[in-house]
Nanobody
């Protein structure tokens, strides 16, 4: 599956951005999707994830650092997962990556669970 992320940019503290990731090549609804980020000089970290199954429905997960400010959502008809980011802080500055987990490992916070990755989109929050 190919993932194409977009929506990054420069925003002031307290502002908002919406990231989108379009998937192609496989049945999108089968995948658990995640967003990760990597700030300069730091390791890649989990941001948010969304899973979907016939028995549990749609579930969302967030890193503590973004809980209450970021919202992940998916539109299976458009093969898209989005990340609405509000109340942005300078520490949110990073390259954001979308990722797809095909086999549903369930360890949503670990980047090793995801088989496919987008190219990243840069978010810069200025103070």
């Amino acid at each position: 599956v190919q993932l194409q992320a977009s929506g990054g940019g420069l925003v002031q503290v307290g502002g908002s951005l919406r990231l989108s990731c379009v998937a192609s090549g496989r049945t999108f609804s089968r995948f658990d999707m995640g967003w990760f980020r990597q700030a300069p000089g730091k390791e890649r970290e989990f941001v948010a994830a969304i899973s979907q199954s016939s028995w549990s429905g749609v579930r969302t997960y967030y890193a503590d650092s973004v809980k209450g400010r970021f919202t992940i959502s998916r539109d299976n008809a458009k093969n898209t997962v989005s990340l609405q980011m509000n109340s942005l802080k300078p520490e949110d500055t990073a390259v954001y990556y979308c990722a797809a987990d095909e086999d549903g490992s369930g360890t949503y916070y670990s980047d090793s669970s995801y088989e496919y990755w987008g190219q990243g989109t840069l978010v810069t929050v200025s103070s």
